[in-house]
Every structure is written in C-alpha cells, then in structure tokens.
T-cell receptor
Framework: DTEVTQTPKHLVMGMTNKKSLKCEQH?????MYWYKQKAKKPPELMFV???????INESVPSRFSPECPNSSLLNLHLHALQPEDSALYLC?????????????FGPGTRLTVL | AQSVTQLDSQVPVFEEAPVELRCNYS??????LFWYVQYPNQGLQLLLK??????LVKGINGFEAEFNKSQTSFHLRKPSVHISDTAEYFC??????????????FGSGTQLTVLP
C-alpha cells in the first residue's frame, strides 16, 4: 500500500479565515513533505519533516504553519491567506530523509482564496 | 545545485504511435532520477525511477526510460500510447549525498496529449 490521503479535496476560504489541511500515511514513512503547485507548473517544496521535526522551511510566509503531531499525520494550518496562495497543495511521504527513497504523493487539496 | 530541463512543454501524438519525452539534467554530483505523471486534477504518481544498476528502467503502464550518464539524459518512452496516457509528465532528480535532507528538483513538465 503506497497511499497518502489528503483532506479536504477542495477548500474555499476568505482572507480572514483560519483553516487546516490534513495529510495522512500509514506506510511507516518518517519523512513528510508539503508542496505548493500552481497551474501548469511543477510542485514547489514548502516544508520537510523528518522524524516529526521540521528540517526544511523553504522561506514560506508565516501565514502557512505546518505541524506534525505524529509519524503518520501532517497538518498545514492556514491563516490570513492571500488570493495568490490559491493553488493545489500536495503532501508526500518517503521512508527517510537523506536517502533517495521514493516520495509518494497524495491527491492534493485544491485551495481557493477569495 | 542540480537542474532539470524538459525540452518539450507539449507533445501531441496520435493514439497507438510511439512517444519519447525528453529530460536532461545537470549536476556536479551523482543523482537519482524519477519520472512522475499527473493526471488532471490529481496528485503525482511515480512512473519509474533510476537509482543504480541497469540503465534501462521499466515502469508502470508500459513506460520505460534509459539513463545515459554521458549525455546526462533520462528520456521516457512508450512504444504505443493510449488516450488514457494524456497527462502532465514531470522528470525529477535528487542529489546523492549523505547527511542532508533530500529534495526533489522537478523539470517544468511536459503535457502529453494523445489524439484519437
């Protein structure tokens, strides 16, 4: 089983709202990732968690706040977003950071900021 | 740093024809190579990967790719495409290094459109 699940599938929010995206995997992977993907572009790395600790933050604005409460779960908390933050948000996981283990992607959450 | 170039942004091809999607990379160190496919409104699915060993790699859905170290290429091929292969294809690399977090570097993507 190589499944990464993401909820919700679609999200529409206003600029003053607070919402969260959820990602879950049960493959025993200890590295989890958040990516942002704009239309017709490749995914851009936002955050990497390794063994539940944040190891990479690619200079992402503080209105995006990641959280890894346990080895299976990854959240992305959203607050005071801008319309340009509208995108597909992808979660991925892999066996361990530091080796070339394959990243498995979830289906994504399509976020629209009004 | 490494970079990935996908030479064709769009590739239209007729059904049952062969197709090649080109990918070149540059890196000062050895890399691992991947091809991912993204169907409309979906996440990325791994097609195949090259880590070591045989330079001809077979993946899912009848795709294969050949790693050419001298030409720093990893082109994706399929001998006969189907309508259902219409999707965006991404080539990606990760630098082989120890003690550092791995990051996928993606190419800009190739939109494959299979025509009836």
């Amino acid at each position: 089983d190589t499944e990464v699940t993401q909820t919700p599938k679609h999200l529409v929010m206003g600029m003053t709202n607070k919402k969260s995206l959820k990602c879950e995997q049960h493959m025993g992977h200890r590295a989890m990732y958040w990516y942002k993907q704009k239309a017709k572009k490749p995914p851009e790395l936002m955050f990497v968690y390794s063994y539940e600790k944040l190891s990479i933050n690619e200079s992402v604005p503080s209105r995006f706040s990641p959280e890894c409460p346990n080895s299976s779960l990854l959240n992305l908390h959203l607050h005071a977003l801008q319309p340009e933050d509208s995108a597909l948000y992808l979660c991925a996981s892999s066996q361990v950071v530091g080796r070339a283990d394959t990243q498995y992607f979830g289906p994504g959450t399509r976020l629209t900021v009004l | 740093a490494q970079s990935v170039t996908q030479l064709d942004s769009q590739v239209p091809v007729f059904e049952e024809a062969p197709v090649e999607l080109r990918c070149n990379y540059s890196s000062s160190v050895s890399v691992y190579l991947f091809w991912y496919v993204q169907y409309p409104n979906q996440g990325l699915q791994l097609l195949l990967k090259y880590l070591s060993g045989s330079t001809l790699v077979k993946g899912i859905n009848g795709f294969e790719a050949e790693f050419n170290k001298s030409q720093t290429s990893f082109h994706l091929r399929k001998p006969s495409v189907h309508i259902s292969d219409t999707a965006e294809y991404f080539c990606a690399v990760v630098r082989i290094s120890s003690g550092s977090a791995r990051q996928l570097t993606f190419g800009s993507g190739t939109q494959l459109t299979v025509l009836p």
